[in-house]
């Protein structure tokens, strides 16, 4: 019995020399030579700044109205042919709850991202880019989120804000612009400067004022070549919205550039809630939405 038990042991030790070498040899050759290949994950920053190049770069899909099957009754309309215009449905007052509905109406629809992140630099100067990046620390470790601002518009009087926030960057940005699509609205143009007699939509026709939290913002009307003397994100909004002359002001911490696009989009949403006369329209040579100039 003794014997036996000598050999046992020493076929276990023979075993464990033989494990520990394996592993050594392992540990030594680089991993071309094992024949396995490394799966080294790239750091954010650079992911996100990818993404910021495909974001600048943003191509409206076309919907086929054949193969699109509606869920709201809006669509049901538009595929049946008695809604052939985006008007006729922000009048009404109802909500859009598909994004298809707006590729349908506005072919000619183009959208942006906008700089409302920045990246990491030395005491806080780094560049701005499209995504701003947020973390929840856990005891599993840092998870990462990116949110992201789109802006989408026909250049005619229609225009939409949108934000999103993902993991990744990718379905961010998709859900922004889906978002903006479902919250766009219509404007009113016009020439309301007394500096300018041109009565063409190039402007606004009167003066408004938007707010968002401490941010404070005002447009005015401005002359023919002026062109859009505001921030480059809010100039952004007004040059999809189809207005190329403005003047603005703002107050409060216009640093927050969520709140100040917010703001911005605020304003323009008070050129159709306020009330004129029939009177003034000529004068001011008002255009609501996508109508041209007489």
Same mark, same amino acid.
């Given at each position: !019995? @003794? ?14 020399? +033989? ?20 799966? &080294? ?6 992911? +996100? ?10 191509? !409206? ?52 991202? %906008? ?12 560049? #701005? ?22 802006? @989408?518009?026909? #250049?005619?009087?229609? @225009? ?18 889906? #978002? ?8 009113? #143009?016009? *020439?309301?400067s007394w500096q *300018?007699? *041109? ?13 968002? /939290? ?7 009307? +401005?002359?023919? /070549?002026? /062109? %859009?003397?505001?921030?480059?994100? *809010?100039?952004? !909004? ?16 216009? /640093? ?6 917010? +703001? ?6 008070? %050129?159709?809630?306020?009330? &004129? ?18």
């Open positions: !019995m @003794v014997e036996e038990r000598k050999e046992t042991q020493k076929e276990e030790e023979n075993e464990k020399k +033989a494990t520990t070498e394996k592993i050594e040899i392992t540990e030594e050759k680089p991993l071309a030579e094992q024949g396995e290949t490394s799966t &080294i994950e790239e750091p954010i920053e650079n992911i +996100a700044k990818d993404e910021e190049e495909l974001g600048k770069k943003i191509e !409206m899909e076309s919907v086929d109205i054949q193969e699109w099957k509606p869920k709201t009754s809006i669509g049901k309309k538009i595929k049946t042919g008695e809604i052939n215009n985006i008007d006729q449905i922000l009048d009404s007052g109802k909500r859009i709850l598909e994004s298809e509905i707006i590729d349908i109406l506005l072919p000619n629809l183009e959208s942006d991202l %906008l700089l409302i992140g920045q990246s990491k630099g030395k005491f806080g100067g780094g560049q #701005r880019r499209v995504f701003r990046q947020t973390q929840k620390k856990t005891r599993e470790g840092n998870k990462p989120k990116f949110s992201t601002c789109a802006i @989408v518009g026909d #250049r005619s009087g229609h @225009v939409g804000l949108g934000f999103g926030k993902a993991k990744e960057t990718v379905p961010a940005r998709e859900k922004a612009i889906r #978002r903006a699509k479902l919250n766009i609205i219509k404007i009113r #143009r016009g *020439c309301g *300018c007699t *041109c009565h063409e939509g190039h402007s606004i026709p009167f003066a408004v004022e938007g707010k968002c /939290g401490s941010v404070r913002i005002k447009l005015m009307p +401005a002359p023919k /070549g002026k /062109g %859009l003397v505001i921030e480059k994100e *809010c100039a952004k !909004m007004l040059a999809l919205a189809g207005i190329t002359d403005i003047i603005s002001k703002t107050k409060g911490q216009t /640093g927050t550039k969520i709140n100040l696009i917010k +703001a911005c989009f605020n304003a323009l949403e008070q %050129l159709t809630k306020i009330k &004129i006369s029939s009177s003034d329209i000529p004068n001011l040579s008002i255009i609501e939405g996508g109508a041209k100039n007489e």
